[in-house]
């Protein structure tokens, strides 16, 4: 007789949410004095996305909010995880915000407490004003005082409601993919800009901290979510691990190094000596980026894995995830990536749940004591309704509670793990490919903006209900 299967079963205060960002979900992108991001720049500048698709409507998630957020009530949420779109709030960048912005997201939330659900709000998810970047965008120090003044706007405007802040969204994503390969907005392919960037980034998020703190209730908790690469050496020889170092650095340690511990790795220094020489780092800056967090997001798909190679030349070579492009990884040329074996998503990404696990009990360590969350972490697959209108994706299923159960793991081996958020509530604009990749638990219909919850949605409403996993089969 087989033995049986011992259920999964979380903390009772563990928050079970769902993540979206501004520029994905909302549309409505010249509304009440909303001026243009980099993401609608980037997305109507031909050959940038898929199709030249963009986020002009995309759901339509600023019309239809009430009925979203009485669909994540239907399903048993208790968290949701959003951005603020700041050229909604403060159209400049510069200056008082338009109130008929804040008061989007002053309904947003109430709308969320009313049903029960706990509001997280993220800062910046990649949308920089587009005149901020017509100025010189991250790589320029000023953007890192203008969002310290906006986060200030948004504190005084929703600390009273919003216990959960976090200051930035991926700032790899932002600093590398948006100034360094050019895959994301605005586009730009400078090695050196690409590590400016990066320090604004760490410098924003530190300046933010302190006047979060500042004007919020002491209650209210502030973070950063990271997506930190758990990066793996193709063997054990000096050159293959000194490759995972090196890219460690560059995805890792130039983030949580300042944030979590107050300096750059030195190694980082000496990698990158050929593309800068780090004079933007000023005096201070360290100090004012490491601040005390309350909490740290990781957000996971996939882990990395590299190997040593002869230097690349110069020019358009094959980023992390395949995608032809300007390296994303400064002073990495003597870099491979390399596809790591197992089944794939349709972003052909790996599904390997270690990689969470690792990654947890890896920040574990890195910041003792420091509360966690996953902020992001889904897959994309070519979901498609049957003939009755239901969406059936138990690939989906099986990805979430392979994952699930890697947090829970990591949990009873002593991990302060609080909270999982599903990337994403729904289908939406997947930012360089459009609308063809499907990350949501919730089925759109792009023609008609019908939502249709598909099999996972059920199920990992059915986790947040009762804190136990159902199994794999059961929707």
Not at 27 to 55: L, M, Q
Request: hydrophobic share 40%; proline share 7%.
């Amino acid at each position: 007789m087989p033995e049986p299967i011992t259920p999964v079963t979380f903390p009772p205060a563990f928050l079970w949410g769902a993540a979206t960002s501004a520029y994905q979900i909302e549309g409505a992108v010249r509304e009440g004095g909303r001026t243009p991001s980099i993401w609608d720049t980037f997305s109507h500048t031909p050959g940038r996305t898929a199709g030249g698709e963009h986020g002009d409507i995309a759901v339509d998630h600023y019309h239809r909010y009430r009925d979203d957020v009485a669909l994540m009530a239907d399903l048993g949420l208790t968290a949701y995880r959003f951005s603020v779109s700041w050229p909604r709030v403060q159209p400049t960048g510069r200056g008082p915000a338009v109130q008929v912005g804040l008061d989007f997201y002053r309904r947003l939330v109430d709308e969320l407490l009313a049903v029960g659900i706990k509001p997280a709000l993220t800062l910046y998810h990649w949308d920089l004003p587009q005149e901020l970047e017509d100025a010189g965008g991250w790589p320029e120090r000023d953007t890192a005082y203008r969002f310290a003044e906006y986060a200030q706007i948004m504190g005084e405007a929703l600390g009273d409601r919003v216990e959960q802040w976090i200051t930035l969204n991926e700032p790899w994503c932002s600093a590398f993919l948006g100034y360094g390969s050019g895959v994301h907005a605005p586009g730009r392919t400078d090695a050196a800009a690409s590590l400016k960037a990066a320090h604004h980034l760490n410098l924003a998020h530190g300046l933010a901290t302190s006047v979060l703190r500042a004007s919020m209730p002491a209650r209210n908790s502030v973070a950063v979510s990271l997506n930190s690469s758990v990066v793996r050496p193709a063997s054990q020889s000096p050159e293959d691990m000194a490759a995972a170092r090196k890219i460690d650095d560059l995805a890792n340690g130039v983030f949580h190094g300042p944030m979590l511990h107050g300096s750059y790795p030195q190694s980082l220094f000496e990698a990158t000596r050929s593309v800068t020489d780090w004079s933007f780092v000023q005096d201070g800056d360290l100090t004012l980026i490491h601040q005390p967090l309350d909490a740290l997001g990781l957000n996971y798909y996939t882990p990395t894995l590299v190997e040593a190679a002869e230097a690349a030349p110069a020019g358009p070579r094959a980023d992390g995830h395949g995608v032809s492009a300007y390296t994303p990884w400064p002073g990495a040329d003597d870099v491979a990536f390399l596809q790591t074996p197992g089944e794939r998503t349709e972003m052909g990404w790996t599904i390997d749940p270690t990689g969470l696990y690792d990654l947890i009990t890896r920040y574990t360590r890195e910041a003792p004591g420091l509360p966690l969350y996953v902020t992001e972490n889904g897959a994309a697959y070519d979901d498609k309704p049957d003939p009755e209108g239901n969406v059936h994706d138990p690939e989906r299923i099986a990805y979430l509670h392979g994952h699930l159960s890697a947090v829970r793991r990591a949990i009873a081996d002593g991990a302060d793990v609080r909270g999982y958020y599903l990337w994403s509530l729904m289908d939406n604009f997947e930012w360089a490919y459009g609308y063809e990749k499907r990350f949501g638990a919730v089925y759109v219909d792009y023609a008609t903006l019908e939502r249709t919850p598909k099999s996972s949605a059920r199920w990992y409403g059915e986790a947040a209900r009762t804190g136990v996993l159902p199994a794999v089969g059961e929707a």
